[in-house]
């Protein structure tokens, strides 16, 4: 469900500056980008309504002014734990909603229009919280992956995602997906033809003895052979054999009424017939009568035979009456063990059935199955060893690649390598672990990255990997990848988070002026203190707040020195194709 983009309500955020005539034309961002993000009673902000545009868009402001705020109210609609120490002092809840546009085609050739679609998330400060989708309640997790697809965090000390094994292999696996498809589906075969084999071994005594249960109750419910819907009639037999007499005594009463008695029916109806003969003869009307009175004594006098033959059947027959208590007390006795309904019994015998026949099947395979096992986990070493060959000769240009960029973002003696660790047995996802082994230091050893990696190394290590592979998702955030750096690898940092930003869009929280000079658009947080209670409060930049904010970025002031240096920085934006970092 989407709906039509909403005009941005311009009385409370300004239009945001786009990307000069003159800046080199980036491609969109792959899939939805982010259109704009509300945030109400989050941490020291009461109200804030942002727009964003493709392109790198970083966030800066004096320290302790809550830049990551920002990064923390996206955390939610990603379905990051939910903490009630973030609701602002003093209210109820907080509320976190995310607008992404989505193209859609028109009806007319070469014409899209946008649509929105929203992300929310509501925190109660008595714990209660509430995920929406598009306005539709769903649960945190649905939230979650809606979000993942659309939006990537990489917080300071804890990019999480990387430090995974699975995250780690995944990144050399990505370009080999005939190699990982071909032992995946070989493991998989593989493993349940063993668990198959592994039943068979292990449970050859509860075999027989499921066995002997499973045939003992087919035999049982076989042997009485239910009938869908019969024991409704037979229900109804039984009460009339048991009422007999009282049948006969009633059927006994009416005949006397009609046949029986010294004045009964059929009598007064034959003077009837009687007492039209003269008037017959001359009244076609009369004539009719006595015709219709004539039917109805036959139909009594017939019913009066049938009813004679009910009041002389007095006594049930002892051999029926004990066939229909035998057939229900054994449809009974069915429906007590297997039931409560027959139609259930009659599915659980079709489900025996089926399990006599998958057991006879596994019995009459064990001779065989061995064999077949042996053949197929053969074809899990093959294909391992065509995977883990494909992951050696990948493993070490993907990092060289990525040991480029990470050497000039400010960590010059880094080494990095995939390393894949031989198991003693192979796993789903193949024969051997991979972990990125990693030290930002000359002179130590290469060790784990989860292990040895700061949060500013790992997010720049994260960074390299974005702007190598590509990010996963339209949109990325970094919170402080710049933490540690400056001169040269400042500028390096800078120009990655650029590069990036001309197919993503790239949102960053940066203390760094030499990144804030690359942006397409600059937000800045301030803080104040309003009617006794602190506010944090974001906004775009002009151009010159712009270039003001980078000269107090550049030497804490404003002075003419650091505003020469801040314009200087900012022209310097554009660099030539040939001077362009090599990835």
Same mark, same amino acid.
């Given at each position: ?25 980036? #491609? ?28 790198? *868009? ?54 899209? &229009? ?5 992300? &929310? ?43 995974? @094994? +699975?995250?780690?292999? %995944? ?11 071909? =032992?995946?589906?070989? =493991? ?33 419910? %076989? ?19 048991? /009422? ?19 004045? /009964? ?16 003869? =001359? ?105 883990? &060959? ?21 960590? @010059? ?15 789903? =996802? ?9 030290? +930002?230091? @000359? ?6 990255? *989860? ?54 869009? !790239? ?21 104040? !203190? ?9 906004? #775009? ?15 804490? /002031?404003?002075?003419?020195? +650091? ?21």
């Amino acid at each position: 469900m989407t709906r039509k983009a909403r005009a941005p309500r311009a009385e409370k955020t300004a239009t945001l500056p786009r990307p000069s005539a003159s800046a080199p034309a980036d #491609p969109s961002p792959v899939g939805p980008a982010l259109a704009r993000l509300e945030v109400r009673n989050l941490a020291t902000i009461r109200e804030l309504e942002l727009d964003f545009a493709d392109g790198l *868009s970083v966030f800066t402001g004096e320290t302790g002014a809550g830049k990551s705020i920002i990064v923390d109210a996206l955390g939610l609609l990603l379905g990051s734990r939910a903490n009630t120490d973030l609701i602002r002092t003093g209210e109820s809840d907080l509320l976190v909603t995310g607008f992404w546009n989505e193209e859609s085609a028109e009806s007319s050739a070469d014409q899209t &229009s946008t649509d929105q679609s929203s992300a &929310s998330r509501r925190l109660a400060a008595q714990g209660r919280g509430v995920a929406r989708l598009d306005g539709e309640v769903v649960s945190v997790r649905e939230l979650q992956e809606w979000a993942q697809t659309r939006l990537t965090i990489h917080w300071q000390h804890s990019a999480v995602s990387l430090l995974g @094994p +699975a995250n780690q292999r %995944a990144l050399l696996d990505r370009g080999l997906p005939d190699q990982t498809a071909a =032992y995946t589906h070989a =493991y998989r075969e593989w493993q349940e033809a063993r668990a198959r084999l592994e039943r068979l071994r292990t449970g050859e005594r509860e075999r027989a003895r499921q066995l002997d249960l499973l045939t003992f109750q087919s035999r049982e419910i %076989a042997e009485v052979a239910p009938l869908p819907g019969e024991e409704e009639p037979l229900q109804a037999e039984l009460n009339r054999l048991a /009422n007999l007499e009282t049948i006969a005594q009633s059927a006994a009463g009416a005949l006397t009424l009609i046949s029986d008695g010294e004045e /009964n029916a059929l009598g007064f109806l034959g003077e009837a017939v009687r007492a039209l003969n003269a008037s017959a003869r =001359y009244d076609d009307a009369s004539a009719a009568l006595q015709q219709e009175l004539r039917a109805a004594l036959d139909s009594l006098q017939a019913v009066s035979g049938e009813l004679r033959a009910v009041a002389e059947d007095g006594a049930a027959d002892p051999e029926q009456l004990a066939r229909v208590e035998g057939r229900l007390g054994a449809l009974g006795k069915l429906r007590t063990k297997y039931g409560p309904t027959l139609d259930d019994v009659l599915e659980f015998q079709a489900g025996v059935e089926e399990e006599l026949a998958a057991l006879t099947r596994d019995e009459q395979a064990a001779g065989t199955l061995d064999a077949d096992v042996e053949a197929l986990f053969s074809e899990v070493r093959r294909s391992g060893t065509v995977l883990d &060959s494909a992951r050696q000769k990948r493993a070490a240009p993907l990092a060289a690649e990525l040991l480029a960029v990470i050497r000039e973002l400010g960590m @010059p003696h880094a080494r990095l390598e995939f390393r894949l660790s031989p198991l003693s047995e192979p796993a789903l =996802y193949g024969p051997s672990d991979v972990t990125i082994q990693f030290t +930002a230091n @000359p002179g130590e050893d290469l060790a784990p990255l *989860s292990d040895v990696a700061s949060g500013g190394e790992l997010s720049r290590v994260m960074l390299a990997i974005s702007t190598v592979l590509g990010a996963d998702t339209p949109a990325v955030v970094f919170d402080e990848v710049d933490a540690g750096i400056g001169g040269g690898a400042a500028l390096a940092v800078a120009e990655q988070l650029h590069r990036l930003a001309r197919s993503r869009q !790239v949102m960053v929280v940066t203390h760094l002026a030499q990144i804030a000079a690359r942006a397409d658009h600059h937000f800045k947080v301030e803080k104040a !203190v309003e009617e006794g209670r602190t506010v944090s409060r974001v906004r #775009p930049l002009s151009p010159d707040e712009r270039l003001e904010e980078i000269a107090r970025m550049l030497g804490g /002031n404003t002075s003419e020195a +650091a505003l020469g240096h801040a314009r200087e920085l900012m022209e310097g934006k554009e660099v030539k194709p040939s001077d362009r970092l090599k990835v």
